[in-house]
């Protein structure tokens, strides 16, 4: 539960300054089988142009992350 609010507060964040910034947007989450296959479906059904993640900085190689970057036909821009 604690991620779950965490990634509501981080979503809104996100939205609100892309909004005012004149960003065309959307938040989309959902709890996939394989998370990388399900933001890459997701991210394609969307048709979206960029996927944006955060890492924490305790994440090493080997993440979700790397995973997403690599095998994504969609650019993933990565952020800490």
Not at 5 to 29: C, D, F, K, V, Y
Not at 61 to 73: A, F, K, N, Q
């Amino acid at each position: 539960e604690h991620c779950r609010e965490r990634t509501r507060r981080n979503l809104a964040w996100a939205a609100e300054r892309a909004g005012a910034s004149g960003i065309p947007h959307a938040m989309l989450t959902g709890i996939p089988g394989d998370i990388v296959e399900g933001v890459i479906l997701t991210a394609l059904r969307a048709r979206c142009c960029l996927i944006a993640m955060a890492r924490s900085l305790n994440i090493g190689r080997g993440s979700h992350v790397d995973r997403l970057v690599i095998e994504s036909p969609i650019p993933v821009l990565v952020w800490r």
